[in-house]
């Protein structure tokens, strides 16, 4: 599952962060770090936080590794400001 956060968009709420903390983090006030190739074991997690987002600013990809023949992808987080 590959997940994207429009860091524009995002307005610091944390209600991922409170939901999902393995995956979502606040970084001081306002920005967030998030892991963008989250595990199939926090899915459930994850869909309630994007669902919970008062701003709709995070993207799920469910993505079928296996069937696309695709490696991990590199980077382990983002930071925002907003």
Do not use: K, W
């Not at 309630?48 to 023949?69: N, S």
């Amino acid at each position: 599952m590959r997940l994207v956060v429009d860091l524009n968009r995002c307005q610091g709420y944390a209600q991922c962060a409170f939901l999902a903390p393995d995956v979502f983090a606040m970084h001081g006030d306002e920005g967030l770090l998030y892991d963008p190739q989250a595990r199939a074991a926090q899915r459930e997690r994850v869909l309630q936080a994007a669902a919970a987002c008062p701003v709709q600013a995070i993207l799920v990809d469910e993505l079928d590794l296996a069937a696309t023949g695709a490696g991990a992808a590199t980077g382990s987080g983002e930071v925002s400001d907003g």
